[in-house]
């Protein structure tokens, strides 16, 4: 590549400021049209764009827009799945402009216009100036129409609805670069990238999917009202229509393109104690003591990192950590898993193995000068491995493959891969051996990363389930990585804005994902606290997580009060493992999220920007408090302090866990909940799979199974999944599926339980329990075709709270 070209795209990249768009009047909108062979030709006084159309699935088309002015026009994205990366050619034909016609929709090319019509009937238009280049930079200027919801875009703050919100698409540690973050929830940069819209109009759904991994921007409706456009900064750009008509189609169209998360390993999906301050064996020796001691189950601990000689890559502080294998080998043989924090960042060292072998293989991104790239983060001076080269992912996996193993740590916590480079510009690290601008993989970094880390387990057992959290990402980093949402802040609004942030990162493909709970920064209070397990307790990825100068908030720093509520939290979410693993297994089938917003069932208007309240699974609502210390609605009841709050209650029927009753949807209640109430809600015709045995940290075996029962009107059903639970044989189709129908008759529940699939039957007990109904009932039970008959427990109030006395 000629250097005059390299100094000027790294003037461009390092020119650029985070959030700022290119007007729309930048641009240049073509003037004339052509097909030649099977593209559209379109052509501005400053540009070619060819434009080239293919089918990829029944249910999604690709648009593929090749600007003559980008200098590298490969498509640098890892986020497509290989299996999409082909597509079936579609030849244009010449109807009032150019016309490709797919079987999910067609599509018509003026000189500046694009007019998509899906087959769900959604249109999807420009404006008349509505396909703009300016110079690399490539823009789509789309009518709102009667667009009325946006959602997904990965990882954001704010609200769940983005219409009138502008976003950024470019990985950033938010608060290094946004340290006013700490009481807003207004801003807007982000760890994650995923350029993924999708789209409400009335009741129907459409997926764009603008697969570019350079800067861009999605404005909603704030740079010109009446419209949405995207601006992408460099590179050419695919762009993928996913047909609805609902948002289920959607998102599980966008999962097929770009991959589902594996089904986690069960430790994963417990509890999850964490601190940036936990630094000696003492440390993890008493948390381990303090779980035990408070009754509190917990399935892993964290080490951040001063765990690490000097913040060095692979080392462990030999005063603090004496013999680290042994004090995870002790931990888990009281049932309690390790993970360790990662940075990508290696310690400039001569004499440091990582850094010595490191340089030899060159591994490292370079700077424009052709040396290594050096940035400053906690070693000091550092550079970072360049994850998108084979070689150095290879040398990546092989010393953390070696440091897992020798240190019997279970998972892994990849943080600052946003990259976070400290005091120099993460735009001057270039990759390929110095050949590529950062621009091509910055968003990918972390997705490389997690990619490289995941390589790792690989070599150490194929068959087994890895473990990895990650800070930043992109389109389809959930094929290798569980993510969190970064540092927030221990307030009211972080609580509330954790909602819909991960109820967007679910629905663009990152199910596994959850914030701090407690909040990161800041003091949390005892009220705070509560009120976030109890929002939080069944959000996919559970951990409590704070920085170092803020309170301790363990659970057990607070009162009596708070550590009670919070215990009944936690054993609650250990009581439905057995369904969120169900969750996590239909997702990896389907593409369905674990954590849904109510839109996902429901497309009524009231639900469009309905964001503090959310679904998980098929069959429970969670509407937790939101609100406390003297704000929001506060009244007494029988001498009880409680929050009163709206819950929209969808169309049927609801048992309502808190007050043992049925309710009847449609109606928005006023809904007031003592400090230790959570507001629980299952759906008419569910069954849910729980376990109701001994619980002790992770040891949980999901074999013994209440099927809790909830059946007014609706005949409740479960399709359940059976696999070993340990290995990832379950991806070459080794698991069984566990029909079971209940009815509910006249003092008598009958239950159909029948096994199929490749799996042995019979490996697990199913019990039922019947909610809703009084005196004595008998369970009928046909398991394969075999009638058990017994008495049959019926429960009316249970869950979160069932052993607290201040109810009694
Ligand atoms: O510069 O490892 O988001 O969870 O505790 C801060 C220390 C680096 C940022 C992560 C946070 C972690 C912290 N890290």
């Known amino acids: ?43 501005g006084n400053s540009f070619r764009l060819q434009i080239r159309c293919e089918e990829i699935t029944g249910c999604c088309t690709r648009l593929s827009f090749d600007n003559a002015n980008v200098a590298d026009k490969r498509q640098y994205s890892d986020a497509i799945i290989e299996a999409c990366r082909e597509g079936r050619s579609i030849s244009p034909a010449l109807d009032e402009g150019v016309c490709f016609q797919t079987r999910s929709s067609t ?55 983005k219409h009138g919100d502008s976003l950024d698409f470019w990985n950033v540690d938010v608060v290094a670069a946004f340290p006013h973050t700490y009481d807003r929830d207004d801003y807007d940069p982000a760890y994650v990238a995923i ?28 740079i010109r009202s009446g ?241 990895l959290l990650t800070r930043s990402g992109c389109t389809g980093t959930q094929r290798y990585s569980a993510i969190w949402t970064g540092d927030n802040a221990s307030n009211w609004k972080h609580l509330r804005m954790a909602i819909p942030s991960t109820l967007n990162l679910g629905l663009s493909g990152v199910v596994f994902n959850g914030p701090d709970v407690g909040g990161f920064m800041g003091h949390t209070t005892a ?50 493992l057995p369904y969120l693993y169900q969750c996590f297994f239909v997702h990896y089938l389907s593409g369905d999220p674990v954590l849904r917003p109510l839109l996902y069932d429901y497309d009524g208007k009231e639900f469009e920007d309905l964001d503090d309240q959310f679904l998980v699974g098929d069959s429970i609502m969670v509407a937790p408090i939101l ?54 809600f299952v759906r008419d015709g569910s069954i849910i799979p729980y376990y109701n045995g001994p619980i002790r940290n992770s040891f949980i075996t999901l074999q013994e199974i209440e099927l809790h029962i909830f059946s007014k009107q609706r005949p409740a059903r479960l399709a359940y999944f059976i696999d070993d639970r340990e290995t990832r044989d379950y991806q070459a189709g080794r698991y069984g599926t566990a029909q079971i129908d209940a009815r509910v008759d006249d003092g008598e529940i009958n239950v159909g339980i029948t096994e199929a699939g490749d799996y042995e039957t019979g490996t697990v007990n199913f019990r039922p329990v019947l909610y809703g109904y009084q005196g004595q009932w008998k369970a009928v039970t046909a398991v394969n075709g075999k009638l058990q008959t017994r008495s049959c427990t019926v429960q009316t109030r249970s869950w979160v709270c069932k052993h607290l006395s201040v109810l009694a």
């Open 1 to 43: 590549m000629p250097s005059d070209r390299r100094a000027v795209s790294t003037l461009r990249v390092t020119c650029m400021r985070f959030g700022q768009k290119v007007h729309p009047l930048n641009f240049d909108y073509g003037n004339s049209l052509f097909v030649l062979g099977d593209s559209a030709h379109l052509a």
């Open 107 to 161: 599509i018509v090319i003026g000189p500046a216009r694009l007019h998509i019509r899906m087959a769900t009937g959604a249109v999807l238009e420009t404006t008349e100036d509505g396909i703009g280049i300016n110079g690399e930079q490539f823009l789509l200027n789309f009518r709102m129409g009667g667009a009325s919801g946006f959602y997904g875009f990965g990882e954001r703050t704010r609200r769940l609805n």
């Open 195 to 222: 350029p993924f819209a999708i789209i409400k109009t009335g009741t129907v759904y459409t997926g764009v999917y603008f697969d570019n991994p350079d800067r861009a921007i999605i404005d909603i409706g704030k």
């Open 227 to 467: 419209q949405w456009l995207y601006q992408s900064m460099g590179g050419n750009t695919q762009v993928y229509l996913i047909n609805g008509p609902r948002l289920r189609d959607v998102v599980r169209g966008f999962t097929e393109l770009t991959g589902r998360a594996e089904v986690p390993p069960v430790w994963s999906i417990g509890y999850h104690q964490c601190r940036w301050g936990y630094r000696s064996e003492a440390d993890f020796i008493a948390l381990k003591e303090h779980f035990k001691r408070h009754d509190i189950p917990v399935s892993a601990l964290w080490y951040d990192i001063d765990y690490m000689d000097g913040y060095r890559l692979f080392t462990w502080d030999r005063e603090d950590f004496p013999d680290p294998a042994v004090l995870n080998n002790e931990l888990k043989e009281a049932g309690i898993r390790t993970v360790t924090i990662m940075d990508p960042g290696v310690k400039l060292e001569r004499g440091y193995p990582v850094y010595d072998s490191g340089k030899a293989e060159d591994v490292f991104c370079k700077a424009v000068s052709g040396k290594e790239y050096v940035g400053r983060v906690w070693p000091g001076d550092t550079v970072f491995p360049d994850f998108t080269l084979e070689a150095a992912r290879d040398w990546w996996a092989a010393w953390l493959a070696k440091f897992l193993s020798e240190n019997a740590v279970d998972g892994v916590w990849l943080d600052m891969n946003d990259p976070a480079t400290g005091f120099s510009a993460a735009e001057d690290m270039r990759f390929a051996n110095g050949q590529l601008p950062h621009a091509k993989y910055h968003n990918q970094y972390a997705h490389y990363m997690a990619k490289a880390s995941r390589e790792a387990f690989a070599k150490l057992d194929p068959r087994a389930r890895p473990f």
């Open 527 to 576: 009220e705070l606290l509560i009120r976030w397990y109890q929002a939080g307790f069944l959000f996919p990825f559970f951990r409590n997580h704070s920085v170092w100068n803020s309170k301790s908030q363990e659970p057990w720093q607070f009162n009596p009060q708070c550590l009670a509520y919070v215990r009944e939290t936690v054993v609650t979410r250990y009581r439905l």
């Open 627 to 680: 609100e406390g210390e003297e704000q929001g609605r506060e009244i007494m009841v029988g001498g009880r302090k409680c929050q009163v709050r709206h819950i929209v209650l969808p169309p049927g029927w609801w048992f309502d866990l808190n007050q043992g009753e049925w309710l009847e949807g449609n109606r928005i209640l006023q809904y007031a909940a003592g400090l230790e109430e959570v507001p629980l």
